[in-house]
């Protein structure tokens, strides 16, 4: 990879975006930040010669393609994508109604997923850059409350596992992030989080639950600086990792999530093995 580096970043108007474009611009590198209103990203960075600011709906090929074509005409090259736009479909799955769950997936996944695949050929013909997919500590570890979210990020991570061994052969690195519980705007109502919109007496709690969600914002105890600062650092790393795990709360969770899967898989052997054909290779 070049030692000065031209990144892509969507979702930079706001948010954990803005911090790491400001990040980069601070090294050195070059940056594309995104979101839908370019202004919104000039706004939020601020004025900087190595920075093209571009409109870009992760959801509009036409969108993506334009702003593809503006990184490329400006800096030449893509060394280093960051998918970070989303928002946070909250509520139960019941009280989801399936055109908003459907939504959710479409900004989640389908929207890194459009990014990506508009990018790949000029990161194919450089043979060297990194695809950075933010997706959440609830794409390993989902709850109640929280399934059409933990949906698109659970798809993230299996997306982002098969795309890692499928273009390491043109070197190009690929990691998934799973962030804990960071102070930015995902919990701000009406800008990044979707409150469900059907209503069912037998989840007699929503209101009480929606009201402990709104309290948590502004009272994370992520730093969404130092998590940017952090994230070059791994970029760094000669040898990149499948997942970046970000936050000690993040770390904690998803340490406990793998003993409860292995627990899991050893639960019931008894049920779970013997279940080969007779002529199988090894069977008993």
Do not use: C
């Amino acid at each position: 990879m070049t030692e000065t580096k031209v990144w892509l970043i969507t979702g930079a108007g706001r948010g954990m975006g803005v911090d790491i474009a400001r990040a980069a611009l601070a090294t050195g590198d070059r940056v594309v930040a995104t979101a839908r209103d370019a202004a919104n990203v000039a706004a939020a960075v601020g004025d900087h010669a190595d920075l093209l600011a571009a409109s870009l709906d992760i959801t509009d090929a036409d969108s993506i393609d334009a702003a593809v074509k503006a990184a490329i005409e400006r800096f030449g090259r893509i060394d280093v994508l960051v998918n970070n736009a989303g928002n946070f479909q909250a509520g139960y799955f019941e009280e989801i109604s399936p055109d908003r769950f459907r939504a959710q997936i479409e900004t989640n996944f389908f929207g890194p997923l459009n990014v990506t695949r508009a990018v790949l050929p000029i990161m194919r013909r450089q043979r060297s850059a990194h695809i950075i997919t933010i997706t959440s500590t609830a794409g390993i570890v989902s709850g109640g409350f929280g399934s059409a979210y933990g949906a698109s990020k659970f798809a993230l991570e299996g997306w982002t596992e098969s795309l890692r061994e499928e273009v390491e052969q043109f070197g190009i690195r690929v990691t998934a992030v799973e962030p804990g519980f960071f102070r930015t705007e995902l919990l701000v109502e009406g800008s990044s989080t979707l409150w469900s919109d059907l209503s069912i007496d037998d989840y007699a709690d929503t209101a009480t639950t929606i009201e402990s969600w709104k309290s948590m914002n502004g009272n994370q105890s992520g730093d969404p600086e130092k998590v940017a600062a952090n994230l070059l650092k791994v970029v760094e790393l000669d040898d990149a990792p499948a997942r970046w795990v970000a936050g000690a709360d993040a770390v904690q969770g998803i340490t406990r999530k793998g003993q409860t899967l292995i627990d899991q898989a050893n639960a019931h052997l008894d049920l779970s093995t013997g279940l080969d054909h007779s002529d199988a290779p090894g069977s008993a």
